[in-house]
């Protein structure tokens, strides 16, 4: 009897020992092992500003302008001019879509010549003013100052309203006032006038829009600003130029081109003025029997071969081929091609739609380059020994390929008003003015291209969430960020110069970030896939774990149920 009762104490004990081991075992895995997978086997998501980016999904653009307006001696009478200085604050809002909205700032200063910028404007001529006014003082980058000369004045011809200069500065010639109006008659008489100036020197609100193109709809795009926008190649932090002579019959023609004092000499002063938008390498090629893909027709009319305008476009790919390309840059390439015909096509001629023939006998392709065909059967006559030597006229090929390099780089067309004469930017090629209209429009587009790209991503990585954000991403989404809201404060205090910069440092962080390779590295995981590799690995173990404690709680809910039946 002793025996059988020791015996179940026995039983009863370890029964109570296996108890035991299951809740051990089960403590153990629920609050060690589980939260210790689940940490191990978690995908490594660093800190994002999610919040900030937010905020820049809806982008609300300031630009600020600051503009000068002195007159000179002879437009004021001494009672008006008593009232200087004077400034005037005018801002306009155009809400282009529900997320993206401009406000122009215009911030005008007014006084009365020195007596140095008195002596400059008493200048010859115009440009030799404007000259001597750009010694006395430099315009901040992205302002106007405007000098209102008197109607009478000898220094603009009758029928020139403005003179805009190679610098930030232009003429306007004073509209008739009367001496018994009020200062500000007089200043409201002449809003319009400085307005004009302003838009032709700054920027246009559709010029704006066009750089915006990334985050609004076509539609509010006028088609000239389009396709300015859409011939200039993208923004990028560098280009690549590369001149190339194509000889299609080296038998023939022995070409010298001194590429090198042409690229110094025409090229380089714009590419130094560019230097604040990007980096630029130049490189040169000359091609041996690279032949167009296009034969040209033969017009008896004129006794010469011609390219019509829309055969144009079958001639780029085959030449394109022989070009080669710059794998050791990512880079966009511009494509700069002087084509000489062979004597078995010469002359060659371009033509256009209506037919008629291409004063520069080039054409260019937006986003690519130009070619340019470059006769030369009249350098030499029929009996001329083979190969014959020729050298080409870089200074007319150099003016057509850097016409050409401004539209591919954005520098737009400006269709001033009527009465505006422009001066050209001579060896610069680039006028002041004209810089800041292209920063303007840059600034816009990398903050805007910044913009999309860095919500884009934030999007994508909350809406996957398997996807690794380590903290290299984390730390170029945060510089990304800061880098465009710095962007957008400078345009909104008129510093161009900075806003560009802070700009370019976006879009640089936003693309290394987008582009990261590590952001694919889980894409092939998903979570079925995770659960079809760890159920047999940890079901074995968890059956007899789980099956161990349904049988504590089914034994536990039995002796709640006998003790209570007892009580009662």
């Known amino acids: 009897m002793l025996l059988i009762s020791y015996c179940f104490i026995l ?11 299951a809740l051990a075992i089960a403590a153990v895995v629920i609050v060690v092992g589980i939260p210790l997978w689940w940490k191990t086997t978690e995908t490594y998501r660093a800190w994002l500003p999610f919040s900030e980016i937010s905020e820049l999904d809806s982008l609300q653009l300031q630009l600020s302008v600051d503009i000068e307006v002195v007159f000179s001696r002879g437009t004021l009478t001494p009672e008006q001019q008593k009232k200087f200085p ?11 879509d529900a997320k993206t909205g401009l406000r122009y700032k215009y911030e005008t200063r007014y006084r009365t010549a020195t007596i140095m910028e008195e002596d400059a404007l008493n200048q010859p001529t115009a440009a030799e003013a404007d000259l001597s006014l750009h010694m006395l003082s430099e315009s901040s980058c992205g302002s106007v100052v405007v000098y209102v000369i008197p109607e009478s004045a000898a220094l603009l011809p009758e029928d020139v309203k403005v003179y805009v200069g190679q610098r930030r500065t232009a003429l306007l010639r004073s509209p008739p006032f009367k001496s018994s109006w009020s200062l500000k008659e007089v200043l409201s008489n002449l809003d319009m006038e400085v307005e004009q100036v302003v838009s032709t020197m700054s920027f246009s609100h559709q010029d704006i829009v066009a750089a915006l193109s990334d985050r609004v709809r076509m539609a509010k795009v006028t088609k000239e600003s389009m396709a300015d926008s859409m011939r200039a190649i993208k923004s ?47 490189d040169s090629q000359i091609l041996y029997y690279a032949v167009l893909g296009v034969n040209p027709r033969f017009d008896n009319s004129v006794s010469a071969y011609t390219l019509s305008a829309d055969s144009l476009s079958h001639v780029i790919n085959p030449v394109e081929a022989r070009l080669g390309s710059n794998a050791a840059s990512s880079n966009p390439v511009l494509n700069f091609l002087l084509y000489v015909p062979d004597s078995h ?30 006769n030369v059967n009249e350098m030499y006559g029929p009996e001329a020994e083979r190969p014959v030597d020729i050298n080409i006229n870089m200074a007319k090929v150099m003016g057509v390929f850097l016409a050409q390099l401004r539209l591919m780089l954005g520098v737009q067309h400006t269709h001033p008003p009527t009465g505006f004469v422009l001066q050209s930017p001579g060896s610069a090629g680039l006028a002041d003015w004209e810089l800041d209209r292209l920063l303007w429009s840059r600034s816009v587009e990398n903050i805007a291209t910044a913009s999309t790209t860095i919500t884009s991503l934030a999007q994508l990585l909350d809406q996957i969430g398997n996807i690794v954000i380590n903290d290299n991403i984390a730390q170029q989404v945060s510089s990304a960020v800061t880098s465009l809201q710095s962007a957008v404060a400078e345009l909104e205090a008129g510093n161009l110069a900075f806003a560009l910069q802070y700009s370019r440092e976006a879009i640089l962080a936003s693309e290394r970030a987008f582009f990261d390779p590590s952001l694919l590295h889980l894409l092939y995981f998903p979570d079925d896939q995770k659960f079809a590799i760890y159920i047999p690995l940890f079901l074995p173990m968890c059956v007899p774990i789980v099956l161990s404690l349904l049988k504590i709680v089914s034994e536990a809910k039995k002796k709640r149920a006998d003790k209570q039946a007892k009580s009662d």
């Open 11 to 21: 039983v009863i004990a370890e029964m109570q020992r296996g108890r035991y081991a």
């Open 86 to 96: 004077l400034s005037h604050v005018n801002q306009k809002e155009h809400q282009v």
């Open 236 to 282: 990028s932090p560098g280009y690549e130029i590369t001149f190339s002579l194509l000889n299609p019959d080296p038998r023939s023609h022995s070409l010298h081109w001194d590429i090198e004092g042409a690229v110094q000499s025409c090229i380089q002063p714009l590419l130094n003025k560019l230097a604040p938008i990007a980096n630029f390498s130049v």
């Open 345 to 374: 096509h010469s002359p060659l001629f371009i033509r256009d739609h209506s037919k008629r023939e291409v004063p520069s006998n080039a054409f260019h392709s937006p986003r690519w380059g130009g070619i340019m065909v470059y």
